[in-house]
């Protein structure tokens, strides 16, 4: 990374500040760069303001699972990517390994209750209910698309 200031005989307290607020900045554009592109931010064309909100919203909770999910996230790197240890891992590399998450982690809905298929019609018993046959029949009548050929006329001579 370079940084360059046009602040002439700066001390070292400003040059570190100055730095810092850098690092910053850099963090938080590639944050959004991540909302973008990964995430989905700027995908959907929202007229509403109150839905763009609640975008926006929705898609922060899905990056502070991403950062949650750290610790416990596999890595599934990409065969030029180093390896890293759990929780030092990049948002997009937790995503990557997030499925594994979902099977460890356990719902709050309980499991589905068994049940068999409801009476129907019985047996035996005809459909009053047939469903409706529509005719497939042309669009236009007979002649109206039709073009007249023209009568053939010989040269005399």
């Known amino acids: 990374m370079w940084l360059w200031a046009s602040v002439t005989g700066a001390a070292e307290q400003e040059i570190t500040t100055l730095w810092q607020a850098?690092?910053?900045?850099?963090?938080?554009?590639?944050?959004?760069?991540?909302?973008?592109?990964?995430?989905?931010?700027?995908?959907?064309?929202?007229?509403?303001?109150?839905?763009?909100?609640?975008?926006?919203w929705?898609?922060?909770?899905?990056?502070?699972?991403?950062?949650?999910?750290?610790?416990?996230?596999a890595d599934h790197r990409l065969p030029w990517q180093r390896p890293q240890p759990p929780g030092t891992m990049t948002p997009a590399r937790v995503r990557r390994g997030f499925r594994a998450v979902r099977d460890t982690l356990g719902t709050p809905a309980a499991p589905p209750k068994p049940c068999t298929p409801g009476p129907g019609r019985p047996k035996g018993s005809a459909n009053r209910h047939k469903a409706p046959h529509h005719d497939v029949g042309k669009r236009?009548?007979?002649?109206?698309?039709r073009t007249k050929r023209r009568a053939k006329t010989k040269p005399k001579g």
Do not use: S
């Open 22 to 56: 850098y690092l910053r900045r850099f963090d938080l554009e590639h944050t959004f760069r991540f909302f973008k592109q990964t995430l989905g931010w700027d995908t959907p064309k929202l007229r509403d303001p109150a839905a763009a909100d609640r975008w926006t």
């Open 58 to 73: 929705l898609i922060i909770t899905a990056y502070t699972q991403l950062r949650l999910a750290a610790t416990i996230t």
């Open 140 to 145: 236009h009548p007979i002649g109206k698309h």
